[in-house]
């Protein structure tokens, strides 16, 4: 199994990265602008991308508020099934936040996986400029 992980540090509040991690806007700003989010804790996700070409379906395993977002990939890319998204927000100063992610339980390293980790890296970036800036991006 191999894992996709990163860590960032955001300069903003644990509830206004939580909100971007697990709220229809929130999502929007930083990842993709057509989506459905979890509205508690068992509920489903739903992203598209390149105008519903691609869709992506997550169960919302955990959503403890200002802490944890736990998914599990349901339907998307076959290699994508299966693979569970694990961010924790621990605060570490006023206003500052050490973010970690997780992207776990790929079957292999090769195949997307390489160019899925790269784009994490990147969205990761999104999301940091998007809690600091409050500008979506």
């Given at each position: ?5 990163h860590q ?11 909100q ?8 929007q ?11 508690k ?8 991308f390149?105008?519903?070409?691609s ?28 693979t ?10 006023e ?30 970036q ?12």
């Amino acid at each position: 199994m191999a894992d996709s992980l990163h860590q960032i540090m955001i300069h903003a509040h644990e509830q206004t990265i939580y909100q971007a991690l697990t709220q229809t806007w929130g999502i929007q700003a930083w990842w993709t602008d057509t989506c459905e989010m979890a509205r508690k804790e068992g509920d489903l996700c739903q992203l598209w991308f390149d105008n519903r070409q691609s869709q992506f379906t997550m169960k919302a395993n955990k959503l403890l508020p200002g802490k944890r977002v736990f998914w599990v990939c349901l339907d998307g890319p076959d290699e994508w099934i299966g693979t569970q998204l694990w961010w924790e927000i621990q605060e570490i100063g006023e206003n500052i936040c050490l973010l970690d992610f997780k992207h776990m339980n790929w079957s292999k390293d090769d195949g997307l996986f390489p160019l899925c980790n790269s784009t994490w890296g990147s969205l990761m970036q999104n999301l940091k400029q998007y809690c600091e800036s409050g500008n979506p991006n």
